[in-house]
């Protein structure tokens, strides 16, 4: 599941969206697509998790680390920020050149 940036290119994070241009199902035609992260990515305690959240709610500064880490501050339960991040290619894929949560 996952692994959209090996089929992505030009990919950013702002905020909690990711946005990319993926090639479609023949392989050359690009598409620019994006999906809103926050659903999927919960910030507990500093540390980003796969599971339904709202982590842009206590996180700031995303950025993309990498093809597919994206990097954030957020807060711990005591309220101190703490560098965080999650590899998006672990549930984020290319459907047919659009982002899609799997």
């Given at each position: 599941?996952?692994?959209?940036?090996?089929?992505?290119?030009?990919?950013?994070?702002?905020?909690?969206?990711?946005?990319?241009?993926?090639?479609?199902?023949?392989g050359?035609?690009?598409?620019?697509?994006?999906?809103?992260?926050?659903?999927?990515?919960?910030?507990?305690?500093?540390v980003?998790?796969?599971?339904?959240?709202?982590?842009?709610?206590?996180?700031?500064?995303t950025?993309?680390?990498?093809?597919?880490l994206?990097?954030?501050?957020c807060?711990?339960?005591?309220?101190?920020?703490?560098?965080?991040?999650?590899?998006?290619?672990?549930?984020?894929?290319?459907?047919?050149?659009?982002?899609?949560?799997?």
């Amino acid at each position: 599941t996952g692994d959209f940036s090996k089929s992505c290119y030009g990919s950013s994070v702002s905020g909690s969206t990711l946005s990319s241009t993926c090639y479609k199902a023949d392989g050359y035609t690009p598409n620019p697509t994006s999906i809103n992260l926050n659903p999927y990515i919960e910030n507990v305690d500093g540390v980003l998790k796969w599971q339904p959240g709202n982590f842009i709610e206590t996180c700031r500064n995303t950025e993309l680390a990498g093809p597919s880490l994206m990097a954030a501050q957020c807060l711990t339960r005591d309220q101190r920020l703490v560098p965080a991040e999650i590899n998006l290619d672990d549930h984020i894929a290319n459907i047919n050149g659009v982002l899609k949560f799997e």
